[in-house]
Antibody, heavy 123, light 108 residues
Framework: QVQLQESGPGLVKPSETLSLTCTVS????????WSWIRQPPGKGLEWIGY???????NYNPSLKSRVTISVDTSKNQFSLKLSSVTAADTAVYYC?????????????????WGQGTLVTVSS | EIVMTQSPATLSVSPGERATLSCRAS??????LAWYQQKPGQAPRLLIY???TRATGIPARFSGSGSGTEFTLTISSLQSEDFAVYYC??????????FGQGTKLEIK
């Protein structure tokens, strides 16, 4: 079964760029959509954006100016970059696969998820 | 942006009893709604998609219903492992995909 694992620095300084990678194992990254979702401590879930294995992306308008998601199919990985971070970006960051509604071919739910990684923004 | 509102914020129920959780959308999302369960220190787990279809491996005591703007997640006979936070998520109108703020199901 497909498993996802996030990796990257747990501490980022304010104004710098947060960088995380999600490694997909047990299956190919191809032919699927992949997403990043975050959860501030003690709060709810916020969708950040998604990428298709071909490289097409879509981002949350509230974060669009600061977010870049990329994919490396040769490594079965996709990555998140969030620039100009502040304390408000402190959160557990999850990667997840996006489910597709058949036969409408519309994007839907998130499953499975990685275990998440806590990123703290602090000097 | 579609706003998802869950109620109640906290629900206290005894083991073996039924729990009913609600999710309301600020505009119609048809049946394009999912439910997740999250336990402390864990990632969310998909329970329901398409408003009423159980995900793979989800016990039959979990059921979802509703369409349009009103949705319900019902757990028919609560087991100890069901006490967690539950989130709904719409995928009818995006970006962005949006989640409710969660309902905490606690032991009474």
């Amino acid at each position: 079964q497909v498993q996802l694992q996030e990796s990257g620095p747990g501490l980022v300084k304010p104004s710098e760029t947060l960088s995380l990678t999600c490694t997909v194992s047990g299956g190919s990254i191809s032919s699927y959509y992949w997403s990043w979702i975050r959860q501030p401590p003690g709060k709810g879930l916020e969708w950040i954006g998604y990428i298709y294995y071909s490289g097409s992306t879509n981002y949350n308008p509230s974060l669009k100016s600061r977010v870049t998601i990329s994919v490396d199919t040769s490594k079965n990985q996709f990555s998140l970059k969030l620039s100009s971070v502040t304390a408000a970006d402190t959160a557990v960051y999850y990667c997840a696969r996006v489910g597709v509604v058949v036969p409408a071919a519309m994007l839907g739910w998130f499953d499975p998820w990685g275990q998440g990684t806590l990123v703290t923004v602090s000097s | 942006e579609i706003v998802m509102t869950q109620s109640p914020a906290t629900l206290s129920v005894s083991p073996g009893e039924r729990a009913t959780l609600s999710c309301r959308a600020s505009q119609s999302v048809s049946s394009n709604l999912a439910w997740y369960q999250q336990k402390p220190g864990q990632a969310p787990r998909l329970l329901i998609y398409g408003a009423s279809t159980r995900a793979t491996g989800i016990p039959a005591r979990f059921s979802g219903s509703g369409s349009g703007t009103e949705f319900t997640l019902t757990i028919s006979s609560l087991q100890s492992e069901d006490f967690a936070v539950y989130y709904c998520q719409q995928y009818n109108n995006w970006p962005p995909f949006t989640f409710g703020q969660g309902t905490k199901l606690e032991i009474k």
